[in-house]
């Protein structure tokens, strides 16, 4: 698998990509995402291929101290087979290169299998709660 930064044009296949796998909300436009991502120097999102098929990505930024990683998804024909770890290690060795000293992350509490793949990385919960704000 290659892993490179996601341009424009890939867009739409990595909004498809979540899709599929379940990662998009109704509240949360995947297009605006990904835009928003690429277009600040602060983020970026990653895709991994497999040939010219993009089989993953995940979306990470930083605000000089903290990493945060959103939007790991992998083909479901691709899952188990280390895709998902290849893009975590991906990722924070892009916030190492920006500086960050650490990552964090947010799952949903129901999304167990999701969970158990984060145990299985080294990920531990971290005794805070996340609360938001909508800026409408």
Do not use: C
Not at 47 to 58: E, S, W
Not at 96 to 125: C, P
């Amino acid at each position: 698998m290659q892993i490179r930064d996601l341009t424009l044009p890939d867009i739409e296949e990595a909004a498809a990509l979540w899709h599929d796998v379940g990662l998009t909300r109704p509240w949360n436009p995947p297009l605006v995402d990904l835009r928003r991502a690429l277009e600040s120097s602060a983020s970026t999102v990653l895709g991994g291929f497999i040939g010219d098929r993009l089989v993953g990505t995940v979306m990470v930024g930083h605000d000089g101290h903290r990493g945060w990683v959103y939007y790991l998804a992998i083909n479901q024909a691709q899952r188990g087979t280390g895709l998902g770890q290849e893009m975590m290690i991906a990722a924070e060795d892009w916030l190492r290169e920006q500086g960050a000293v650490k990552v964090q992350l947010m799952v949903r509490s129901t999304n167990e299998a999701v969970l158990g793949f984060y145990d299985h990385i080294g990920y531990e919960s971290a005794d805070v709660q996340v609360r938001s704000k909508w800026l409408g």
